[in-house]
């Protein structure tokens, strides 16, 4: 399934390209809690109809008895719903912050692979490997998924570098599906680092935790032989997966020991989660959308900014002379 913009739907594609020109815009802040809209890749249980903002707010069209004004025409309306969407996410951490949970473990560890290579100012190739929430499901736009927002970041902090991030993510798949095109879709790519978010679907679905574990760790070991760095990301903390507590924690513990035993990292990702809400007293609707699943553009953007601050610090040590070995995992506070 590949992402569309929801407003080129009846555009032509020449004035899609015009209307994105917006999103360079200067941007004032708007409204906590404003989404504009949500994109295809349902997860296996999840399966909601894509949601669309409430309305173009075009300008108001004053009538004139005489001689009325002609309505916005298709490509106006394009270039304002552009413009909506990027005000959406352009003040993103201004409505709600992101910060560093605390006491949660960082154990992404070191990331000698793409560490290296970023230092030396070398070609880099990330792979976002998962289901629905990689591929974005709840965002707003292509744009705002985690691992464009992962690029963004990372261009931003080293701008002569060449960098490229591949979103490999398909709605409601999980690890019986992703090793059907683990092979295609990443180890021939020979990626510098794989970000593999898996599990969910499993808790949803009642997978055998067992024939789980046995996928993972080989998917683990196929993508290890290629020479590329791993980061495993566990379930999210939300509402659909929360309902079931056992098959939860279970996954999570699952997918920790496997990073135990193949020395690589993992992102909590439902610990960091569990932290916005239990700790930071952030409501859950303000990081997940209303299918009580998938995460917004707030919950993807500060996902992928502790994540790229994970690769920012490795960067940082190989710098400096801190060259840990690969099957070291550090962990310390976030």
């Known amino acids: 399934m590949r992402f569309a913009f929801p ?14 020109l917006a999103l360079l815009a200067p941007l004032s802040v708007v409204p906590s809690r404003a989404q504009t809209g949500q994109h295809a890749a349902l997860s296996s249980d999840a399966k909601p109809s894509a949601a669309r903002s409430d309305a173009s707010k075009g300008a108001t069209v004053e009538a004139d008895a005489a001689s009325p004004q002609p309505q916005p025409g298709v490509a106006a309306k394009a270039l304002d719903k552009v413009k909506q969407v990027a005000k959406s996410a352009s003040d993103i ?5 992101c910060h560093q949970p605390t006491g949660v473990p960082n154990s992404t560890g070191s990331l000698p692979h793409v560490a290296a290579k970023l230092a030396a100012g070398k070609p880099v190739v990330i792979i976002a490997f998962g289901s629905s929430s990689t591929q974005g499901y709840g965002s707003s736009a292509p744009e705002f998924t985690y691992p464009s927002r992962l690029a963004a970041q990372l261009r931003r902090q080293y701008p002569s570098a060449d960098i490229t991030v591949l979103n490999r993510g398909k ?3 999980d690890a019986p599906e992703m090793m059907k095109r683990l092979q295609t879709e990443v180890i021939d790519m020979h990626p510098d680092m794989v970000i593999w978010q898996v599990g969910t679907n499993a808790v949803l679905r009642n997978l055998d935790p067992s024939e789980t574990a046995k996928q993972v760790e080989d998917g683990v070991a196929r993508i290890q032989a290629d020479g590329s760095d791993i980061v495993l990301v ?6 659909r997966v929360t309902e079931r507590p056992e098959s939860a924690r279970g996954m999570v513990k699952l997918l920790g020991r496997i990073a135990a035993l193949r020395h690589v990292g993992i992102f909590p990702r439902f610990e960091v989660m569990r932290d916005w809400h239990e700790k930071q007293a952030i409501p859950i609707d303000d990081f997940v ?3 009580g699943l998938h995460m917004n553009d707030w919950g993807y953007a500060c996902f992928a900014q502790l994540l790229g601050d994970d690769i920012i610090r490795s960067v940082g040590a190989i710098k400096i002379g801190v060259n840990v070995p690969a099957d070291v995992r550090t962990y310390r506070p976030m």
């Not at 407003?7 to 994105?20: H, I, M, P």
């Open 234 to 239: 566990d379930p999210q903390y939300s509402p």
């Open 171 to 173: 709605g409601g798949e």
């Open 7 to 20: 407003f080129c739907s009846s555009v032509r594609r020449s004035l899609c390209a015009v209307a994105a």
């Open 93 to 97: 951490f201004h409505r709600v912050p």
């Open 289 to 291: 959308i209303a299918d």
